[in-house]
């Protein structure tokens, strides 16, 4: 029919690194009747495809233009510095930032952590990205700081991570454009921050097939509707 409306879906973009997994598994299970799309969209370009609606909403590391966008904090990453498994560092759990002054820190254009100093040795010239860094690590060029998730999206077998003490770290937020939360924008929101679907902002959920409803009244069938153990009431005489 020429008059039929299309069905309705949501786009999600997201950032490398970021796992909206169970989110879109929880989006599974209580909206089947609505499409979710992912969609990969770079870290300088999450905001910019927001605003111009490629994606109702994006899963991206803050900072954002709080102007033009509401976004709600979800998890900060831990920060790792990646290695070679040989490396010294290796010996140790955990590093602090001072640990690393006998190195070189690669500093790739990408990096997405905010440096008052960035600790160690500067390279000669910085990476363009995170993946390239990842590969001057690997050949003994130097040591990168990242958070975990991009740690272990690059994985390699020749590589491996330890713990950063007190260094900056990246934190992930839900992001969508300011004024426009739809009901499915709600919906997500929800997901995200960990409400059931029993929640008053959540979808009333449709009782199983076969089960009856329950009356406004809060009585269940036509039962006298007293409360379990409590006491009859003796009828009054009238005087």
């Known amino acids: 029919m020429s008059g039929a409306q299309e069905s309705p879906s949501f786009r999600l973009g997201y950032v490398p690194g970021v796992t909206p997994t169970k989110w879109v598994r929880t989006w599974t299970e209580r909206l089947p009747d609505v499409p979710l799309e992912l969609v990969t969209v770079e870290p300088a370009d999450?905001?910019?495809?927001?605003?111009?609606?490629?994606?109702?909403?994006?899963?991206?590391?803050?900072?954002?233009?709080?102007?033009?966008?509401?976004?709600?904090?979800?998890?900060?990453?831990?920060?790792?510095?990646?290695?070679?498994?040989?490396?010294?560092?290796?010996?140790?759990?955990?590093?602090?930032?001072?640990?690393?002054?006998?190195?070189?820190?690669?500093?790739?254009?990408?990096?997405?952590?905010?440096?008052?100093?960035?600790?160690?040795?500067?390279?000669?010239?910085?990476?363009?990205?995170?993946?390239?860094?990842?590969?001057?690590?690997?050949?003994g060029i130097g040591?990168?700081?990242?958070?975990?998730?991009?740690?272990?999206?690059?994985?390699?077998?020749?590589?491996?991570?330890?713990?950063v003490a007190d260094a900056p770290q990246s934190t992930v937020a839900l992001s969508w454009l300011e004024g426009?939360?739809?009901?499915?924008?709600?919906?997500?929101?929800?997901?995200?921050?960990?409400?059931?679907?029993?929640?008053?902002?959540?979808?009333t959920p449709t009782p199983p097939a076969g089960q009856p409803k329950q009356p406004a009244s809060g009585r269940a069938g036509s039962g006298s509707g007293r409360r379990q153990g409590s006491k009859p009431t003796k009828p009054r005489r009238r005087k």
């Open 180 to 203: 426009r939360t739809t009901d499915l924008m709600e919906e997500f929101i929800g997901i995200a921050r960990g409400r059931t679907v029993n929640s008053s902002r959540g979808r």
């Open 46 to 139: 999450a905001q910019r495809a927001i605003r111009d609606g490629e994606v109702d909403a994006a899963l991206l590391r803050l900072p954002v233009d709080r102007a033009a966008l509401s976004a709600i904090p979800l998890y900060t990453e831990t920060t790792v510095v990646v290695v070679p498994k040989d490396h010294d560092v290796t010996a140790v759990e955990e590093v602090a930032p001072a640990d690393l002054d006998g190195y070189v820190v690669l500093h790739p254009l990408d990096d997405i952590l905010e440096w008052e100093t960035l600790p160690g040795r500067p390279a000669i010239e910085r990476p363009a990205t995170t993946a390239d860094a990842i590969e001057l690590v690997a050949a």
């Open 143 to 163: 040591v990168l700081l990242v958070p975990q998730s991009l740690a272990r999206l690059h994985h390699r077998r020749d590589l491996t991570y330890r713990p």
